[in-house]
T-cell receptor, first 110, second 115 residues
């Protein structure tokens, strides 16, 4: 079936650098995408979302880019901080439910 | 509390026993979701409630799994005759309305270990 997936299982980033987390999706019918952050022992927490009629959306230190041509979603984190260490999931909504990708572990090094 | 509350936070059980996991959504949220997360894995959709009805049960792994929601609020996920492969964190989320958009608010999960 169609699915959402991530390119990199682990991303190591030096503190202060920018992070880029990538996600590929295959369901062309999906029209809404969300990035979640999950810290150890906690439930996922909403970061930012984007609709399919947009190609870019910015939040506080985060930017989500959507390329519908190649079905690619990315999350950019500016000036990565130790508190950004977590697992990041992209998710797509289709037919009323949220489908999650496998997740990327981001490790921020000093 | 203001967030989604799940209980128990940890449950250790023996293979073959039944378990019940409880979710208290945020007050007023009409949509409620159950997900399962195995160690180091992503989130696996189990079931979605809109009010008390479950329009999508497609993610339930087997007939040993069932869920109900009463009064448009509390939901219980029941696993009968537990197996070791049922060991996982079971996450509940709610949202103000269902459908294809909107932020989900997650609880901290119930960690189930089947010995």
């Amino acid at each position: 079936g169609e699915s959402v997936g991530l390119h990199l299982p682990t991303l190591s980033v030096q503190e202060g650098d920018n992070s880029i987390i990538n996600c590929a999706y295959s369901n062309s019918a999906s029209d809404y995408f969300i990035w979640y952050k999950q810290e150890s022992g906690k439930g996922p927490q909403f970061i930012i979302d984007i609709r399919s009629n947009m190609d870019k959306r910015q939040g506080q230190r985060v930017t989500v880019l959507l390329n519908k041509t190649v079905k690619h979603l990315s999350l950019q984190i500016a000036a990565t901080q130790p508190g950004d260490s977590a697992v990041y999931f992209c998710a797509e909504t289709s037919w009323g439910k949220l489908q999650f990708g496998a997740g990327t572990q981001v490790v921020v090094t000093p | 509390g203001a967030g989604v509350s799940q209980s128990p936070s940890n449950k250790v059980t023996e293979k073959g026993k039944d378990v019940e996991l409880r979710c208290d959504p945020i007050s007023g949220h009409t949509a409620l979701y159950w997900y399962r997360q195995s160690l180091g894995q992503g989130l696996e959709f189990l079931i979605y409630f809109q009010g008390n009805s479950a329009p999508d049960k497609s993610g339930l792994p087997s007939d040993r799994f069932s869920a109900e929601r009463t009064g448009g609020s509390v939901s219980t996920l029941t696993i009968q005759r537990t197996q070791q492969e049922d060991s996982a964190v079971y996450l509940c989320a709610s949202s103000p309305s269902g459908g294809a958009t909107g932020e989900l608010f997650f609880g901290e999960g119930s960690r189930l270990t089947v010995l």
